[in-house]
């Protein structure tokens, strides 16, 4: 091991995405030695390692963006959903602003983390050898940090290109002319698919269930139109943090069946024509729970998509009679013209429910039809060990040598969604037992974040030496996440990565705070 204590900081954030910068910003400011070990080569999290056709943010700005007057004052937006360019933009920005990079060590791959109970300080270790012993553990690696490609019969054997979105080439893909499959239509194949049918020869797109997508509405931003809109700000970024999901709007404090059926086609038209996550969130209180209300909410989704699909099996496909989950129960994503991507002649559209995968071939993928889809390329959109997978898969121990993958694997138990018992002085945010899919990353992160370094801070300041989650304290939590999760239409879904059941052998369990609003 190459010991470099010359780097042993107070605090080790893992992670430079929100919520490390933000994390490693305030910390810093407070006069603590901080450093950030970053796997990549460079800032910016998930707009780091997500550089696939089309990769764009679903959260509009201001809401997606730091709440920090010295940040938005002097940055603007070109997009009211920004690409992952323009995000990789901001945030040399904000190093611009805050001098962030140098407290960043890249490339340092974290694999190993243990308590040492005699000096009450982590020792942490990457890939390369270095060797750190922080006091505070701070994991800010977000929930898609471990990439999910299915284990598929012959995946070795295939002779062309294939990637996950999240390994994506750092130098792009000329996929001009190639004949492309894709398997996943959850947020990034919605978006890797609108993005390349134009250009690519043919493209399969091997779907298991339809994304309730919906309408982006993108629209360009000027400077002058936002320099107005900054006066608004303070309030904006306040107000993102008392919603229920860290956005400017609330679900609509009705319930859907406390409306005549004119009064809610007329909200449902007027959230639709909003665009973005209007339609799911600011949708009547109780279409999260109450299963005939999220079928009225399905059925007016069902019937916009059809109207943009030329093809009766097509519509069939990707906007069934009979929904496969409740609506909102998958994160739906924001589309462009996904829908009508469909009736190109070059795009072909496999219903795995109808006709599975059987295997990868030397040159494509077979299916039950017997039929061998001839591709180039092949698009893994299949997602993420997500929520946990990112934790558990840094072997990370606490008092008396325990893992964390061996406690989680009793079933996950956090206190607030941000530590857990018998692992001290280790925080992580944007995790499980937290609001993560269910709010803005932004506004999570910040408050979190703000949470851990008011916390770090008192610790510092009144000399403790150790903080450790009470298990207690973490039943009472977990009893209260599951149940919320419990009266929520989300355990409906089949596969999820709400659920953690998108990954085979793994959870069934909402992992994560869903708030419920009932009027
Ligand atoms: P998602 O949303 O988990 O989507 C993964 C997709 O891959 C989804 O359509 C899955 O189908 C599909 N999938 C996964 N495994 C298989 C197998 N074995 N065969 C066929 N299809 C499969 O990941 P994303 O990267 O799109 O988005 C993740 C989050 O990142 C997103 O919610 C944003 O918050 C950002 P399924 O629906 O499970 O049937």
């Given at each position: 091991h190459i010991e470099t204590d010359s780097i042993s900081p107070d605090i080790l954030i893992v992670g430079a995405g929100f919520g490390g910068v933000y994390t490693l910003y305030h910390l810093r400011k407070l006069g603590y030695s901080v450093r950030i070990f970053k796997a990549?080569?460079?800032?910016?999290?998930v707009w780091r390692n997500n550089c696939y056709?089309?990769?764009?943010?679903?959260s509009e700005v201001p809401i997606y963006e730091f709440s920090l007057e010295e940040l938005w004052r002097e940055w603007t937006w070109t997009e009211k959903f920004p690409g992952y360019k323009e995000l990789r933009l901001y945030f040399d920005y904000v190093d611009r602003k805050l001098d962030i990079r140098k407290d960043i060590v890249f490339n340092?791959?974290?694999?190993k983390a243990v308590f040492e109970t005699d000096t009450a300080r982590w020792k942490v270790m990457a890939e390369d050898g270095t060797v750190v012993h922080p006091r505070f553990l701070v994991l800010c690696i977000g929930f898609a940090a471990k990439a999910y490609v299915p284990d598929l019969k012959g995946i070795e054997s295939f002779q062309g290109i294939s990637h996950h979105t999240a390994k994506w080439p750092e130098e792009g893909l000329d996929l001009k002319g190639k004949r492309v499959g894709i398997i996943g239509t959850g947020a990034s194949g919605v978006q890797v698919i609108q993005e390349i049918a134009e250009d690519v020869e043919q493209l399969t797109v091997f779907q298991r269930t339809p994304n309730y997508a919906l309408a982006m509405r993108q629209s360009k931003l000027d400077k002058s139109g936002q320099d107005k809109m900054k006066v608004l700000y303070p309030a904006i970024h306040k107000h993102r943090r008392e919603t229920s999901f860290g956005y400017r709007y609330q679900p609509f404090p009705k319930n859907l069946f406390d409306t005549t059926p004119s009064e809610r086609l007329l909200h449902f038209e007027e959230q639709w024509a909003l665009g973005g996550f209007h339609y799911l969130i600011h949708n009547y209180a109780d279409i999260g729970v109450n299963q005939a209300a999220n079928d009225e909410v399905y059925d007016f989704w069902k019937n916009k998509v059809r109207e943009r699909l030329h093809d009766p099996d097509v519509q069939e496909k990707l906007a069934p009679s009979i929904p496969p989950h409740p609506f909102g129960a998958k994160r739906p994503s924001l589309e462009q013209n996904y829908y009508e991507i469909y009736n190109r002649p070059n795009v072909k559209l496999i219903d795995l429910g109808q006709c599975s995968i059987v295997e990868v071939t030397p040159n494509g993928i077979l299916t039950a039809d017997d039929i061998e889809h001839k591709l180039d390329v092949i698009i893994f959109a299949t997602g993420f060990d997500s929520v946990t997978g990112g934790i558990t898969q840094i072997d990370i121990r606490g008092l008396g040598g325990k893992s964390i993958k061996d406690k989680w694997a009793e079933g996950i138990a956090t206190n607030l969604g941000l530590a857990t018992a018998g692992f001290p002085n280790m925080f992580f945010m944007y995790g499980p037992q937290s609001p993560t899919a269910f709010c803005n990353g932004p506004t999570c992160i910040e408050i979190q974040g703000d949470w851990i370094v008011n916390c770090i801070e008192h610790m510092m300041s009144n000399e403790l030496t150790c903080i450790n989650a009470q298990e207690e304290a973490e039943k009472e939590w977990r009893r209260q996440v599951l149940l919320l999760g419990s009266i929520s239409l989300v355990t409906k879904a089949k596969t999820s990565w709400y659920l953690g059941?998108?990954?085979?052998?793994s959870y069934f369990t909402l992992n994560l705070y869903r708030m419920a609003l009932l009027t």
């Open positions: 990549a080569s460079d800032l910016g999290g056709p089309g990769a764009r943010v679903d340092k791959y974290v694999v059941s998108n990954i085979p052998g």
